[in-house]
C-alpha cells in the first residue's frame, strides 16, 4: 500500500523572520509583512491574528481594517530558505525523496520508507481517520521524526492533499491518517487556500453555500467544471482524494556565490555587480559543464531584511550573455539599496553539447578555438590563467573599485 506522508511545521517562516522563537506567536496579533516590491499581501500569521478572521494572503487594507492592532513582522525570505533548506536535508538522511513546494510543508513516500525503518520502535501514535493504518507506517513516522528533531505535524493518505489535510488535523505528538473523499466530506473548502492557484475560487464558493469539501463532490465535476472552469475540475478532484503524483526533489550540489557591496549599490552597479556573480558561478569547476535550468536571486538590505525570487529560463542555458538579459530585469527591482548579493543555483540542466547561433557569422569555429586554448591554460597556470577586465564604477574615485578581474568566458 502507497501512502504519502506530509511533514508540516505550521507558521514556519513567520517563526524564522521573528527570530527564531515560538515566542512570538503569543505576543498577540501578527502577521509576516508584504515583501517590498511585491504584491501588498499578508504571509504567515500568529494565531492571535488568526481570531480575528485574518489568513494568509489576504490584503494588507482589510487585515488591517479588520485587526487595527496588528504587528507587522519584515519578511526575510532570504533566511527562511536558508533554515528550510536544512530541515529538507534532515528527511533526505533518513532515505527519504522529498518534494516541497513551500518552506513549511513537505511530502514524501511512507511505503518507499517502509524496509528501512518499518520495524522501528517505539512505534508512533496514528488515529485513523477511515481506512486501516498499514503494520509499517508508525516505525517510518518515528524515524523521521527522530532524523526532523522539530515538533511537526504529520499526515498521512493516499494523495498529496489528503496527507496534508492529516497534517493540519495531526497534534505535535500523534500522527492523523486521512483515507481518500469520505475522510475528508467534512473538511472545510477554506483548505483550498492551501493552494496557491485555487485560492481564489474559497470565497465564490462559500458565496454559493459550498463550505465543505463534501459539498463539492455532491455538486459533482461537471457542474464545476461549467462554472469554474479547469480550476473547477482541480478542486472537484482533491475533494474526491485525487491528486498529482509526487515529484521529489533531485539531490545535487549546491552552488552559490556571494559578493559584498563596499557603498550601498543600486541601479547600474548592480547589474555590474550581476555580471560578475554569472561569470564567477559559471567558472565554478564543480558545475562540471552543466547548463542551469533556474537560479535564485537574493539581496541582503542596507536598510534591513531581505530580498529573493527565482528565476526560471526559457531553456536550460549556460551563456552568460542570456543570462544577464533574464535576470538584470530582476535586480532592478530590488527595492532598496543592496549591502550583500548572492547568486545560486536552484536546478541544473544537462551538460551543454554547444548551442548553434541564430545568425552564423563565421565566429563559431573562432570561438571554438579560443574555448580549447582557455581550457589548456587554465590546466598550466589554473583558474586565475585566463581572466577579463569588468567594469564597475567607472566614476569611483578609488582606482580598485573601477575595475575587476572576473573568469574569462569565451
Same mark, same amino acid.
Given at each position: 500500500? #502507497?501512502?504519502?506522508?506530509?511533514?508540516?511545521?505550521?507558521?514556519?517562516?513567520?517563526?524564522?523572520?521573528?527570530?527564531?522563537?515560538?515566542?512570538?506567536?503569543?505576543?498577540?496579533?501578527?502577521?509576516?509583512?508584504?515583501?517590498?516590491?511585491?504584491?501588498?499581501?499578508?504571509?504567515?500569521?500568529?494565531?492571535?491574528?488568526?481570531?480575528?478572521?485574518?489568513?494568509?494572503?489576504?490584503?494588507?487594507?482589510?487585515?488591517?481594517?479588520?485587526?487595527?492592532?496588528?504587528?507587522?513582522?519584515?519578511?526575510?525570505?532570504?533566511?527562511?530558505?536558508?533554515?528550510?533548506?536544512?530541515?529538507?536535508?534532515?528527511?533526505?538522511?533518513?532515505?527519504?525523496?522529498?518534494?516541497?513546494?513551500?518552506?513549511?510543508?513537505?511530502?514524501?513516500?511512507?511505503?518507499?520508507?517502509?524496509?528501512?525503518?518499518?520495524?522501528?520502535?517505539?512505534?508512533?501514535?496514528?488515529?485513523?481517520?477511515?481506512?486501516?493504518?498499514?503494520?509499517?507506517?508508525?516505525?517510518?513516522?518515528?524515524?523521521?521524526?527522530?532524523?526532523?528533531?522539530?515538533?511537526?505535524?504529520?499526515?498521512?493518505?493516499? #494523495?498529496?492533499?489528503?496527507?496534508?489535510?492529516?497534517?493540519?488535523?495531526?497534534?505535535?505528538?500523534?500522527?492523523?491518517?486521512?483515507?481518500?473523499?469520505?475522510?475528508?466530506?467534512?473538511?472545510?473548502?477554506?483548505?483550498?487556500?492551501?493552494?496557491?492557484?485555487?485560492?481564489?475560487?474559497?470565497?465564490?464558493?462559500?458565496?454559493?453555500?459550498?463550505?465543505?469539501?463534501?459539498?463539492?463532490?455532491?455538486?459533482?465535476?461537471?457542474?464545476?467544471?461549467?462554472?469554474?472552469?479547469?480550476?473547477?475540475?482541480?478542486?472537484?478532484? &482533491?475533494?474526491?482524494?485525487?491528486?498529482?503524483?509526487?515529484?521529489?526533489?533531485?539531490?545535487?550540489?549546491?552552488?552559490?556565490?556571494? &559578493?559584498?557591496?563596499?557603498?550601498?549599490?543600486?541601479?547600474?552597479?548592480?547589474?555590474?555587480?550581476?555580471?560578475?556573480?554569472?561569470?564567477?558561478?559559471?567558472?565554478?569547476?564543480?558545475?562540471?559543464?552543466?547548463?542551469?535550468?533556474?537560479?535564485?536571486?537574493?539581496?541582503?538590505?542596507?536598510?534591513?531584511?531581505?530580498?529573493?525570487?527565482?528565476?526560471?529560463?526559457?531553456?536550460?542555458?549556460?551563456?552568460?550573455?542570456?543570462?544577464?538579459?533574464?535576470?538584470?530585469?530582476?535586480?532592478?527591482?530590488?527595492?532598496?539599496?543592496?549591502?550583500?548579493?548572492?547568486?545560486?543555483?536552484?536546478?541544473?540542466?544537462?551538460?551543454?553539447?554547444?548551442?548553434?547561433?541564430?545568425?552564423?557569422?563565421?565566429?563559431?569555429?573562432?570561438?571554438?578555438?579560443?574555448?580549447?586554448?582557455?581550457?589548456?591554460?587554465?590546466?598550466?597556470?589554473?583558474?586565475?590563467?585566463?581572466?577579463?577586465?569588468?567594469?564597475?564604477?567607472?566614476? #569611483?574615485?578609488?582606482?580598485?573599485?573601477?575595475?575587476?578581474?572576473?573568469?574569462?568566458?569565451?
Amino acid at each position: 500500500m #502507497s501512502l504519502v506522508l506530509c511533514i508540516s511545521l505550521p507558521r514556519f517562516a513567520f517563526v524564522v523572520a521573528a527570530g527564531g522563537s515560538r515566542e512570538a506567536l503569543a505576543r498577540g496579533p501578527a502577521a509576516l509583512a508584504p515583501e517590498p516590491g511585491r504584491t501588498q499581501v499578508i504571509g504567515e500569521i500568529s494565531p492571535g491574528a488568526e481570531a480575528f478572521g485574518l489568513y494568509p494572503g489576504m490584503r494588507l487594507g482589510e487585515a488591517l481594517a479588520r485587526c487595527p492592532e496588528l504587528a507587522l513582522v519584515p519578511a526575510d525570505p532570504l533566511g527562511v530558505a536558508a533554515a528550510w533548506e536544512k530541515v529538507l536535508a534532515r528527511l533526505e538522511s533518513v532515505g527519504a525523496a522529498v518534494e516541497s513546494a513551500a518552506p513549511g510543508t513537505a511530502w514524501l513516500d511512507g511505503a518507499q520508507l517502509a524496509r528501512l525503518h518499518g520495524r522501528t520502535l517505539p512505534p508512533a501514535t496514528i488515529r485513523a481517520n477511515g481506512g486501516t493504518v498499514p503494520p509499517w507506517l508508525p516505525g517510518v513516522i518515528t524515524a523521521v521524526r527522530a532524523g526532523l528533531r522539530l515538533p511537526a505535524r504529520i499526515g498521512a493518505g493516499p #494523495s498529496r492533499f489528503c496527507a496534508l489535510a492529516g497534517a493540519l488535523r495531526a497534534g505535535p505528538r500523534a500522527a492523523e491518517l486521512v483515507d481518500g473523499a469520505a475522510a475528508l466530506h467534512d473538511e472545510p473548502v477554506a483548505l483550498l487556500r492551501t493552494r496557491p492557484e485555487l485560492a481564489a475560487l474559497v470565497e465564490p464558493l462559500e458565496r454559493l453555500g459550498l463550505t465543505t469539501m463534501g459539498s463539492l463532490t455532491v455538486v459533482g465535476r461537471a457542474t464545476l467544471a461549467e462554472r469554474f472552469g479547469r480550476l473547477g475540475e482541480r478542486a472537484h478532484d &482533491l475533494a474526491s482524494g485525487r491528486d498529482l503524483p509526487l515529484a521529489p526533489r533531485l539531490p545535487g550540489d549546491t552552488l552559490e556565490e556571494v &559578493l559584498e557591496l563596499p557603498d550601498a549599490g543600486s541601479g547600474v552597479q548592480l547589474t555590474r555587480a550581476l555580471g560578475l556573480l554569472i561569470d564567477r558561478l559559471l567558472a565554478r569547476r564543480e558545475r562540471r559543464g552543466r547548463t542551469l535550468r533556474s537560479v535564485v536571486l537574493g539581496a541582503h538590505l542596507v536598510e534591513g531584511g531581505t530580498w529573493r525570487t527565482r528565476v526560471a529560463f526559457r531553456e536550460a542555458l549556460a551563456d552568460p550573455e542570456r543570462m544577464r538579459l533574464a535576470l538584470e530585469q530582476q535586480v532592478l527591482l530590488v527595492p532598496a539599496p543592496v549591502q550583500t548579493l548572492r547568486l545560486a543555483v536552484d536546478q541544473f540542466g544537462p551538460v551543454h553539447a554547444g548551442a548553434r547561433a541564430l545568425f552564423d557569422d563565421g565566429q563559431t569555429e573562432r570561438r571554438a578555438r579560443l574555448g580549447e586554448a582557455t581550457r589548456q591554460a587554465r590546466i598550466v597556470g589554473g583558474e586565475a590563467a585566463a581572466l577579463r577586465v569588468l567594469a564597475l564604477d567607472l566614476e #569611483s574615485r578609488i582606482p580598485e573599485r573601477r575595475l575587476a578581474l572576473t573568469p574569462l568566458q569565451p
